[in-house]
């Protein structure tokens, strides 16, 4: 599929919420058969958030990092490649990115991690950067799309975008397929993470909808969920236990299913979705 008809359906879903909804709503019951033919288990994730490094550049008041800070941890080497090699084992075939709360352009390691992602997943469907784009250079864009990135999110967090815009323009015009940006001002709503920040006029999500995200931190632990700022919901690690054996845990499974269904377990589940 060329990158001009991959931009053509993203707008698409983009401007037509229904039609949106239809596809993704199509895509997940779809995406539950194939891993229940290919896991023997329906409830498999889709997408892999790997913390290859803590710190951010920025402070936004709506980030857990305006409050708290960030601390300057780095996976080991060792570890990013054996969490790679437990994929590869599976045959992985969901999607793969390389953040948490932190600046993954920070990394001065992320190209290389790209690369060997992409040569040891080469059946992932997606190696995908989330970032500011603070620090995003024509150079590096083309170095990451070499390495195997499908896609660079960045999202916008200045109030005036122009300046912005402006440097990000020439890298869009070139890799429209590879670049895609978003502001964080033109979201509906902004998530409190767990109740972990203070969000003003808040509209909570009621359902929890990043259940199908796996998140790795630096360390290995394999978290509840995204919202997990504090490292808090340690599910396990994977130095000691298998991926997928830590996401199949009945626990884990249970918390999944109720935060899917607007009836949390646990207390940060609750005050995520506002039902406290």
């Not at 630096?218 to 808090?232: R, V, W």
Request: proline share 4%; aromatic share 10%; net charge neutral.
């Amino acid at each position: 599929m060329s990158s001009r008809i991959t931009v053509w359906i993203a707008k698409l879903l983009k401007d037509n919420k229904l039609l949106y909804r239809v596809a993704a709503g199509s895509f997940f019951l779809l995406y539950r058969v194939y891993c229940l033919f290919k896991y023997r288990y329906a409830d498999f994730f889709w997408t892999v958030a790997i913390e290859i490094s803590t710190r951010c550049n920025r402070r936004c008041y709506y980030c857990p990092n305006s409050k708290y800070g960030t601390p300057d941890e780095h996976m080991p080497e060792e570890l990013f490649e054996r969490v790679i090699a437990n994929l590869n084992d599976i045959r992985y075939t969901g999607g793969v990115t390389f953040q948490f709360y932190g600046e993954p352009l920070l990394d001065e390691r992320l190209v290389r991690f790209v690369r060997y992602t992409r040569e040891n997943l080469p059946s992932a469907m997606f190696i995908k950067v989330v970032s500011n784009g603070d620090l995003l250079t024509m150079e590096l864009l083309e170095q990451l799309i070499d390495a195997g990135m499908r896609e660079i999110s960045i999202t916008v967090h200045d109030l005036d975008p122009a300046s912005t815009m402006e440097r990000l323009q020439p890298m869009i015009d070139k890799h429209p397929g590879h670049v895609r940006v978003t502001s964080i001002h033109d979201s509906p709503s902004l998530n409190n993470r767990g109740g972990a920040i203070e969000i003003e006029n808040e509209v909570p999500m009621r359902k929890c909808t990043g259940t199908g995200i796996l998140v790795i931190d630096y360390q290995g632990n394999e978290l509840l969920c995204c919202s997990d700022y504090f490292h808090a919901h340690v599910m396990g690690n994977v130095r000691d236990e298998r991926i997928e054996e830590i996401w199949k845990k009945k626990e884990f499974e249970r918390y999944r299913r109720a935060a899917r269904k607007g009836k949390p377990a646990l207390e940060i589940c609750e005050k995520c979705l506002g039902v406290s």
